[in-house]
């Protein structure tokens, strides 16, 4: 057997070492989702949110239209600031401040990708 048939050898048995390394680890990693999910199954399918909070206007809207009204714990201070026809009156609202959202328990907390940027980092 030449060198170089020697060395093709090893590549290909390192090649499949490599190989069955990432099925095992996929493997794994598989496995350890699938006891995760089934230990702490409130993981695996989180409920409907009860109490959401908005953030910003646009999401305000989103839940004035789309969200059961009894679901909603707060709206952000914006839609009292610039008030808008298509958002009723009689919504609840909190004042924007960490404290106050926190204090809220909110199972989901909606916000815009560019707005209340600090407050969000802070959740």
């Given amino acids: ?6 060395h093709q050898s090893n ?5 499949s070492l490599i190989g069955f390394r990432d099925w095992l680890h996929r493997g794994l990693l598989c496995l350890s989702a699938i006891l995760l999910a089934t230990t702490f199954p409130a993981l695996a399918a989180p409920g409907t949110p009860a ?19 009894a679901q909603v714990a707060a709206l952000s201070p914006m839609h009292k600031r610039y008030p808008i026809q298509w958002i009723e009156d009689g919504w609840p609202t909190h004042d924007g401040t960490l404290e106050q959202v926190v204090e809220l328990q909110p199972d989901l907390v909606l916000a815009g990708e560019y707005s209340a940027l600090l407050l ?3 959740l």
Avoid: K
Avoid at 1 to 6: A, H, K, P, R, V
């Fill in 1 to 6: 057997m030449s060198s170089l048939d020697s």
């Fill in 11 to 15: 590549a290909e048995s390192s090649q």
């Fill in 51 to 69: 109490r959401i909070v908005s953030l910003d206007l646009c999401m305000d809207w989103i839940l004035a239209h789309h969200a059961d009204p």
């Fill in 120 to 122: 969000r980092e802070r």
